[in-house]
């Protein structure tokens, strides 16, 4: 067979290693695997690359996408993915497998309904995608925002200050909520829940009578701005309050050996799925093990952030 993979949206990392387990898993399994640079961009504009065990040595350890993504907004016109369907038959693909968070889920489950075979394989660091618990990315960003917020803790706790931390998760509180569980933060704003600012102030004014030197407020992305939040705080507790948007460090760096692991399980199973003739389908996580679920279920919603974990996360740190 000659199978394809792309990347697209938002890189997350553990992208590579996806990528690397697709490869060797396909050539161990007899097939011919190609490469699409920059996402369904290169499916409709661009030319695949001949991928060999050798192409996809060292990058297991890498961030980003050796493949480039990108964000291709003109694929959901069906005037476009014509021509994306024009690619696959010139270049007899058999399969295909997308490694993506939703936009690129919906992307390949459109394609998959125009008669494609495709896989879905969920990256994100948002971790938000159905029907399944896991996307690849999500715990490298974790600990990356938990590495960040260890260091701020430092300057924080010296000059007895407030820090407001904005990170990202596209209007989608899971990578806060986690994040804060992780790091103790006094209190976790997200999109999807009304915060009580007047409880956020006790809780600030409690934490600094008891003695506490440093306070963390995480802000998810699309829930307030820091340099708003932080300034309202300071008015309001009359405690300095800094702020910080973790922006794209969130992304970058080598992938954790959990995200290298599920990207591997993820990508095989893509590969054997393909071979015997499944598809429409995502390789997610479930239950402790890999769970394959129609993209027509993928594609209806979004996972609901671990609600639980943000009240505990408050309770902790008080
Ligand atoms: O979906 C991943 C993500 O990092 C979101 O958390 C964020 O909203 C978005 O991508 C940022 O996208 P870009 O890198 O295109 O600015």
């Known amino acids: 067979m000659n199978l394809a993979i792309l990347t697209s949206g938002g890189d997350a990392p553990g992208m590579n290693a996806a990528i690397r387990a697709f490869v060797r898993r396909g050539l161990a399994a007899g097939h011919n695997v190609w490469g ?11 030319t695949p690359v001949p991928l060999t065990a050798a192409s996809v040595a060292n990058i297991l350890m890498t961030g980003g996408t050796m493949l480039r993504t990108s964000r291709f907004h003109a694929f959901y016109e069906p005037t476009v993915r014509v021509h994306a369907l024009e690619s696959i038959q010139r270049w007899h693909l058999d399969g295909l497998a997308v490694i993506g968070g939703n936009g690129s889920l919906s992307g390949a489950y459109t394609l998959s309904q125009e008669g494609l075979p495709v896989i879905g394989i969920p990256a994100s660091i948002d971790n938000d995608i159905a029907e399944t618990d896991y996307s690849i990315g999500f715990d490298t960003a974790m600990n990356n925002i938990v590495a960040s917020i260890d260091k701020i803790r430092d300057t924080a706790s010296a000059h007895e200050r ?17 994040s804060g569980l992780a790091c103790g933060a006094e209190a976790i704003i997200i999109p999807e829940r009304p915060t009580d600012w007047d409880a956020v102030i006790s809780q600030l004014r409690a934490t600094y009578a008891r003695g ?3 306070s963390f407020i995480i802000v998810a992305e699309g829930a307030g701005e ?7 705080i300071e008015q309001r507790t009359g405690q300095e309050a800094k702020w910080v948007v973790l922006g794209h460090t969130q992304r970058g760096g080598p992938p954790s050996a959990l995200d290298r692991i599920r990207a591997a399980l993820f990508a095989a199973h893509a590969v054997d799925l ?10 997610g996580w479930k239950n402790g093990g890999v769970h394959v679920a129609g993209l027509a279920d993928v594609v209806k919603g979004r996972t609901e952030p671990p609600l639980p974990w943000q009240d505990l996360a408050e309770i902790l740190a008080r």
């Open 212 to 214: 506490k030197r440093h």
């Open 36 to 46: 699409i640079p920059r996402g369904f961009e290169g499916l409709v504009h661009g």
């Open 226 to 232: 820091a340099p708003s939040v932080a300034l309202d």
């Open 274 to 283: 393909l071979t015997s003739g499944n598809h429409g389908v995502l390789t």
């Open 162 to 178: 407030i820090f407001v931390v904005e990170v990202m998760g596209n209007r989608c509180g899971t990578l806060a909520i986690a």
